[in-house]
């Protein structure tokens, strides 16, 4: 099911642990799959210094924290902020298709962690550090069919394509 | 160092008594049952044996009473798509649990997109459902109940005489998923009550693909599969004469070997369980602690999640399942584990550890070994963890 790189980053995560004193730290959880990881980050003259993830979640979720505190260790602030999600997935070797929605927070985490370490730079009020939840619903206003990708008309049993039963998180 | 399998809900060996039954009628028996010469003959006879097995197994009143199919599924979809057809004239309401299998679930769901209603009826903390629910929820329109026998994530057993008897009162059809309790368990339909049974030869060592509908007489039921008249006109399609020989060997074993199986396994769950317990903190035991199967054991571990769990037994060379969300393939977690009160960040972190007469007490005391490992390796790892103890 998952990529050599994908093993390999699970079963030997990198950067794993909690850091004391922080200048940044991002977290991020979704309530449906039930991942969570949280990032911290010490910067030095503007360039990611030490990273360390802690991760509640699947193969995939750990495998994705782990490779982007590989990324974005040693790289400057404008540097780190070129990881996405999509860039830490490809350098994993592609996530099946079901893990995408699931483990693709490695990156968001990243991002909160350096807004976390501007904003206290900054002076400003930094946001709540913990618990932040920054899941929203993908398709936003329109479903998709799970299964073959079709429009859904909204509240449907079934897909009218291929009809399989769908079930409504909401 | 082979591999220990602790996920036999997923899949039994085949015993070699089937295995050699199978092997050999692949050679000598590949005539159609319904032919009306010595090949047929041979295979009708064969079929025969194997319905005559299975209804032993079950203590049905007549092997007629049997219908084979493909596997649990298809019994679970005949069972209640058959019903709902035979009975819409009269009503088009069903009552279920809300922990039955994808196969009642979502078969249910299909028929509430053509006009059925259904009562979904709420379990315990332990998973059991309460029969006076059920009494309450029948009205003049009920036309069937389908509460499963037993739980296929936490073991749990229903009480099936007893919802049995209100249905009887009630004339309401009732049918049980007993596919994980078949061949674990003593299943007596008799005794039970049921109206039909869905079963599949793989719970019990036979081979997967391959199972049966008990339809006690008198049940009005459709066939679910048009076409010629095998299987008393319940079933269409040429029978999985193969199949279905191996499953007749593997019944006959499950019903010679009931005791000693029973006690084999319940051996290996207080050892795991004693073992769970003393080892973990922050464990949850899933299910009811005396109505269980005793080949299942599901256990919440907090503060980690299941697929990671798996993922890192399996390089030790154990296979043990999690029912939670990601693994599945579906993004929820568990409607069972949801059911009877757990919490999201707990149900993540459940394994479903099932085991056979092919296991060893050795076997549980390694895979208890390996696990307080990984789960301390993840529990570092987490965030939840490090919270929760500072």
């Not at chain 1, 980050?41 to 503007?46: A, F, P, T």
């Not at chain 1, 350098?91 to 483990?103: D, T």
């Not at chain 2, 073991?155 to 061949?183: L, N, Y």
């Not at chain 2, 009877?340 to 007490?361: P, Y």
């Amino acid at each position: 099911m998952y990529s050599k790189t994908v093993m390999d980053h699970f079963k030997n995560p990198r950067n794993v642990g909690e850091m004391k004193d922080p200048d940044g730290v991002g977290e991020v959880g979704n309530p449906i799959c039930g991942d969570m990881m949280k990032v911290f980050i010490k910067v030095r003259d503007e360039r990611i210094d030490d990273i360390k993830f802690l991760t509640f979640g699947c193969g995939a979720a750990i495998a994705v924290s782990s490779m982007m505190t590989e990324m974005a260790k040693g790289k400057t602030i404008d540097e780190a902020r070129n990881i996405t999600n999509k860039s830490v997935a490809d350098a994993l070797e592609g996530l099946p298709k079901n893990k995408l929605h699931c483990s693709n927070l490695g990156a968001d985490a990243l991002q909160l962690a350096i807004k976390n370490y501007e904003d206290r730079k900054a002076g400003k009020p930094v946001a709540q550090e913990e618990g932040q939840d920054k899941h929203e619903h993908i398709h936003g206003g329109k479903c998709q069919c799970p299964y073959c990708d079709a429009d859904l008309v909204g509240g449907a049993e079934f897909c009218a394509n291929c009809g399989q039963v769908i079930e409504h998180e909401h | 160092m082979g591999i220990i399998n602790l996920d036999h809900i997923s899949g039994n060996p085949l015993l070699p008594e089937v295995q050699a039954a199978m092997i050999e009628a692949v050679r000598t028996n590949y005539g159609n049952p319904s032919s009306p010469h010595h090949l047929g003959d041979q295979a009708a006879e064969a079929l025969e044996q194997a319905r005559q097995s299975v209804a032993r197994l079950i203590n049905s009143a007549s092997p007629k009473e049997i219908v084979f199919t493909s596997g649990g599924t298809e019994s679970i979809n005949h069972a209640i798509k058959g019903v709902a057809a035979a009975k819409r004239e009269q009503g088009r309401h069903i009552i279920a649990s809300n922990i039955e299998h994808n196969s009642v679930l979502k078969t249910l769901r299909r028929l509430m997109g053509f006009g059925y209603t259904v009562t979904s009826v709420p379990v315990d903390g332990d998973g059991r459902v309460n029969p006076d629910d059920i009494a309450k929820a029948i009205t003049d329109k009920t036309i069937l109940i389908s509460i499963m026998h037993s739980n296929n994530e936490i073991g749990t057993i229903q009480p099936i005489e007893e919802i049995a008897r209100i249905a009887r009162e009630k004339k309401v059809i009732f049918h049980t998923d007993a596919v994980t309790s078949i061949g674990v368990v003593p299943i007596d339909v008799r005794k039970l009550g049921v109206d039909l049974l869905s079963f599949a030869a793989n719970q019990f060592h036979g081979p997967a693909g391959v199972g049966g509908l008990y339809i006690r007489k008198g049940t009005s039921i459709w066939p679910l599969l048009d076409g010629g008249a095998q299987e008393n006109n319940r079933r269409a399609g040429t029978e999985n004469l193969i199949s279905i020989i191996g499953m007749g060997v593997a019944a006959q074993l499950a019903a010679k070997e009931m005791g000693a199986r029973l006690n084999h396994v319940k051996k290996l769950r207080d050892r795991l369980l004693k073992g769970l317990n003393e080892k973990i903190d922050d464990i949850y035991i899933n299910g009811h602690p005396e109505h269980c199967l005793p080949n299942i054991v599901s256990v919440s571990i907090s503060y980690i999640e299941g697929e990671s769990i798996v993922l890192m037994l399996e390089e030790e060379g154990i296979a043990v399942s999690t029912r939670s969300a990601c693994a599945s393939g579906s993004l929820r977690a568990s409607h069972v584990l949801s059911s009877i009160g757990r919490d999201w960040a707990s149900a993540q972190g459940t394994l479903v550890i099932s085991f056979g007469k092919d296991n060893t007490e050795g076997e549980i005391d390694r895979f208890l070994d390996v696990l307080v490992t990984v789960v301390q390796t993840l529990r570092n790892m987490s965030p939840l963890y490090v919270r929760a103890k500072g």
